[in-house]
């Protein structure tokens, strides 16, 4: 079987996807076309998951549409995998092949939800929700990231099937053992977050939410994905908050299990609809590395860690800035012992077989 993933930037997800489908199936040629930077140059890794690339150009759409014609010629892809935010390449793969080559629509972010732009994207289309509309209802299988996002879909659009699919981790890059962990009576609790940083009032722009944490007594690390200035200089000014350097995927994952808890609490002052869908990357590689998670209400995580066990809801955004107390009341060792008993429970390896089971039944 050849599968083709598209999407405007090179997604960590569809590495994830890649190096998973290579241990779970023999046969298999992968394919991706972006727009863009290459996985190497976006993340620092990646580039040897895929049999071939192909940067399908930043152009109008028609110039995107003859060069993805040619790919879908020279590869000859059994089924496309095309990744959101924005959809304007699921819709032109639909427009393209879809009578075809049958196309999976996965959805990360939702637009209905969002009112701040997708920030790693080329330009929106001219009418997002439009787009939307075309990429939903125009696919041959929908993914979404959790049952919350998918409900969110389901009650605006008419649906094809359905997979809910998490953003699992790599289990390749885990570490294989966790560090001994012991309780630090009257110390400040250790958290650490890692991924991508912003300035512009969206989910990302997490200046408020790290003075709270430490201002409520825990000592935060925090690993950007890219560089950060405005974040270096609120470090320098904010005690118990440290900048650390940038790491690629692999070194971050053996950093990670120093510390006590992984952040996953956002800024939900714009995109508190989004937030309540999402089950983001770093909460699985946190709890890869064998961290309870730490949220504030957002209600896809807050009920993933409450059904399993690996974490805490603090309850809303004013939680972050009494977290030391909260935490004072959990039993740390029992909750980290349950991670570290389900880790690998929440990687793509352990959980891949529903995404081959979609492509074989799409290509029928």
């Given amino acids: 079987m050849r599968v083709l993933f ?26 991706f076309a972006y727009q863009g930077r290459t996985l190497g140059e976006w993340y620092g890794t990646g580039d040897d998951a895929f049999d071939r690339w192909w940067n399908l150009g ?26 959101n935010l924005p959809d304007r390449l699921t819709v032109l793969a639909v427009d393209l092949a879809g009578g075809t080559v049958p196309v999976i629509h996965d959805v990360h972010d939702f637009q209905s939800l969002r009112r701040t732009p997708y920030e790693d994207g080329l330009p929106e289309p001219a009418d997002p929700l439009a787009a939307e509309r075309a990429a939903v209802e125009g696919c041959s299988a929908l993914v979404t990231v959790s049952p919350e996002l998918l409900a969110e879909v389901e009650a605006r659009y ?10 699992y981790a790599l289990a390749r890059d885990l570490p294989m053992t966790l560090p001994a962990w012991r309780p630090r009576p009257g110390e400040p609790p250790r958290i650490v977050y890692q991924g991508t940083l912003s300035t512009n009032g969206g989910h990302y722009d997490l200046r408020g939410v790290f003075r709270r944490v430490v201002a409520g007594g825990a000592l935060l690390d925090v690993y950007p994905s890219r560089p950060s200035p405005d974040y270096e200089v609120l470090a320098e000014e904010t005690p118990g908050l440290r900048l650390m350097d940038r790491l690629d995927p692999r070194a971050l994952m053996q950093a990670l299990p120093a ?7 956002f800024n939900d002052s714009l995109n508190a609809a989004h937030l309540h869908t999402a089950l983001p990357n770093k909460l699985f590689e946190y709890l890869g590395c064998g961290l309870p998670v730490l949220t504030t209400g957002h209600r896809a995580i807050a009920r993933f860690l409450g059904e399993h066990g690996v974490g805490v ?11 030391a107390s909260r935490l004072a009341a959990v039993d740390v060792a029992a909750l980290r012992r349950r991670v570290a008993a389900a880790r690998f429970d929440f990687t793509i390896e352990a959980n891949l077989q529903p995404v081959v089971d979609l492509y074989k039944t799409v290509v029928g």
Avoid: M
């Fill in 313 to 323: 809801d603090l309850g809303g955004p004013a939680g972050a800035g009494d977290v």
């Fill in 259 to 265: 510390y006590d808890f992984g952040w996953a609490g």
């Fill in 58 to 83: 930043t152009g109008p759409d028609a110039e995107v549409v003859d060069r993805l014609g040619a790919v879908v010629d020279e590869f000859r892809p059994d089924v496309i995998h095309s990744h």
């Fill in 6 to 31: 598209l999407q405007q930037q090179p997604c960590i997800r569809t590495l994830k996807y890649a190096v998973g489908l290579r241990a779970a199936s023999d046969g298999l040629q992968l394919g």
């Fill in 158 to 167: 008419q649906v094809p099937p359905t997979l809910v699919f998490p953003n």
